[in-house]
């Protein structure tokens, strides 16, 4: 977490403030920090004390709002959470958050064209048997191809009296 030169206004309705009240702890989980002034009028309640930290991202008043909508839309529940099959409302993260993770994540990852041991492989497989949709990365690149038994295939065609 880094701290914001000065607090910074976090201008939201009445309604959100109480999902500020109810979800602190989610907000607190990505890396935001709030902080309330029960004195100042509705609205105008929470400012932002400090912002997650990426090396190469700024996050600010937008993304917080941003999560704040997210938890006050769906009650915690956004279409984001379900990737993996223990994901929870905790789960919720700003977009820009997850794409931050999404694309570490990616960079670090195995390849197409990367060497692996049997040991490896079944690793990875055990691994994607956790998610909830294990045929695409984060971005969307397919995770896995299909594969076919090319005898099988040739058989099938000697059946058939075709030949390629």
């Not at 999902?19 to 902080?35: A, E, T």
């Not at 704040?68 to 919720?92: F, N, Q, R, W």
Request: proline residues 7%; glycine residues 4%; aromatic residues 4%.
């Amino acid at each position: 977490m880094e701290k914001v030169d000065r607090p910074l206004r976090v201008e939201i309705s009445p309604e959100e403030e109480i999902v500020v009240s109810m979800h602190m702890d989610i907000i607190r989980k990505n890396g935001f920090s709030l902080q309330e002034d029960v004195h100042a009028p509705p609205g105008q309640r929470f400012k932002l004390k400090a912002v997650p930290f990426s090396k190469n991202v700024t996050f600010g008043v937008a993304d917080v709002k941003e999560l704040i909508s997210l938890l006050a839309d769906s009650h915690g529940e956004c279409s984001m959470v379900g990737t993996y099959k223990m994901d929870t409302p905790d789960s919720v993260c700003p977009p820009r958050v997850r794409a931050m993770l999404a694309s570490r994540a990616c960079r670090s990852s195995v390849m197409v064209g990367d060497p692996l041991g049997k040991n490896e492989m079944q690793k990875i497989l055990e691994h994607l048997t956790d998610l909830k949709s294990p045929w695409n990365c984060p971005h969307g690149r397919p995770t896995m191809r299909h594969l076919v038994d090319l005898t099988t295939v040739h058989k099938q065609l000697d059946e058939y009296d075709i030949t390629l």
